[in-house]
């Protein structure tokens, strides 16, 4: 923690142990490329996790030691872990993190609950409350099976109650949007202060060379509806490129046009390339953050999103691009007959700036900043209760 010292004393501070909280670590996502960058700021941390598969990890979380909750040895941990969600918080809890100073939580499973020292920091990043327990509730349940369904209806109280119970723990709470700090105020009781994840923009470069296809860039299943991108472009004759793979993929080729064509595979540089060259990228989910938006942006194109979640953050409406108001082709194809005209007037570089909020060395400056806070307020009331 921070020691502030009397005029004229010199304090010599002892090593701070930092441990860092992640809900699951079996692949290598968003979330994990977050947590990456955390560990830039702690590179002698240790990860604690429910359940972890190092052959899925960067080699830059593999430098950390990490270790697991007891959900790691229950049977096919590896692959059913969410089916054991109502043990996670008795996990949590069970976890000693009393030789830990700081301890940060990357809340997206459970991950916020773990008990600390008094004196130490608590810090939570928060990429979303967990949704299948809140504002997606309802939707999970519907397109879960019966029995999934019924399993899903009689833990969801109890992990609602934890949740927001366990929101009390954390020193500090940081959003990666100002769409997930309203659903923390609304759901955990909380405050919460928005540092929004990085973004490698600098690895994105402009093209001259742009098409007329526009392109569709992520996983193929329901909630990021690439359907509504099918639908619109086959009814309306325009070409776009769909990247992407899924459980979606065969219902959407045999429900498109001509104009839509699939790659299910990318390397990395082919799909700078696509970025650049496309003439727009279409994002149609409803997200927390979203990065693909900002790297579309980065790369000197503009986006049209669905208007809600933090695309409307990322994405500067009649600026960088356009947002729609429904998640349907009708709105979809309005939106891009309004894009039609507006995209004379776009200004490449605008779109660069923009993206360039989302910077790597941003994020580094805004979550350290927020610590330093932290360690602020724990100092202060740890003097009060001494005095």
């Not at 009781?189 to 490698?200: E, F, L, M, N």
């Not at 194809?333 to 039609?340: P, S, T, V």
Request: proline share 6%; aromatic share 10%; net charge positive.
């Amino acid at each position: 923690m921070t020691v502030v010292p009397t005029p004229g004393e010199t304090v010599l501070a002892r090593p701070r142990k930092v441990a860092i909280v992640h809900y699951w670590l079996v692949t290598m996502r968003g979330g994990e490329r977050v947590l990456e960058r955390i560990c830039d700021l702690y590179p002698n941390a240790d990860i604690y996790t429910h359940v972890v598969d190092e052959a899925a990890l960067s080699q830059t979380l593999k430098r950390h030691r990490i270790f697991s909750t007891f959900i790691s040895k229950l049977p096919l941990a590896k692959t059913q872990y969410q089916k054991y969600l109502p043990l996670m918080p008795a996990a949590l809890e069970a976890l000693d993190l009393s030789a830990y100073d700081l301890v940060i939580s990357c809340e997206a499973g459970p991950a916020k609950g773990v008990i600390t020292r008094p004196d130490a920091v608590h810090v939570t990043y928060c990429h979303s409350p967990m949704r299948y327990i809140w504002d997606q509730y309802h939707a999970y349940r519907k397109a879960s099976g019966k029995l999934a369904g019924l399993y899903l209806r009689l833990v969801a109280p109890r992990m609602r109650a934890w949740d927001r119970m366990s929101a009390s723990r954390p020193d500090v709470i940081m959003a990666n949007s100002q769409f997930v700090r309203r659903r923390i105020g609304k759901f955990w009781g909380r405050s919460a202060s928005v540092v929004y994840p990085p973004v490698d923009v600098d690895i994105f470069q402009r093209s001259d060379a742009v098409s007329d296809e526009c392109v569709w860039i992520s996983q193929l299943v329901p909630y990021k509806r690439p359907d509504i991108a099918v639908d619109a472009f086959t009814r309306s004759g325009r070409k776009l490129h769909v990247i992407g793979d899924g459980p979606m993929l065969e219902t959407l080729k045999s429900r498109a046009g001509p104009n839509v064509r699939f790659t299910t595979r990318m390397r990395f540089d082919e799909l700078r390339v696509a970025y650049a060259q496309a003439r727009a990228l279409i994002f149609t989910a409803e997200e927390d953050f979203g990065i693909i938006p900002v790297e579309s942006q980065a790369a000197g194109r503009p986006v049209v999103v669905f208007g809600r979640g933090g695309g409307t953050e990322t994405v500067i409406d009649g600026e960088t691009g356009i947002h729609f108001n429904e998640q349907s082709a009708d709105s979809l194809i309005e939106a891009m007959n309004r894009f039609d005209v507006w995209l004379p007037g776009f200004d490449p570089e605008a779109a660069i700036a923009n993206a360039s909020r989302f910077a790597r060395a941003n994020f580094l400056r805004d979550f350290a900043a927020e610590v330093a806070r932290a360690e602020q307020l724990v100092a202060a009331d740890s003097v009060l209760v001494s005095r």
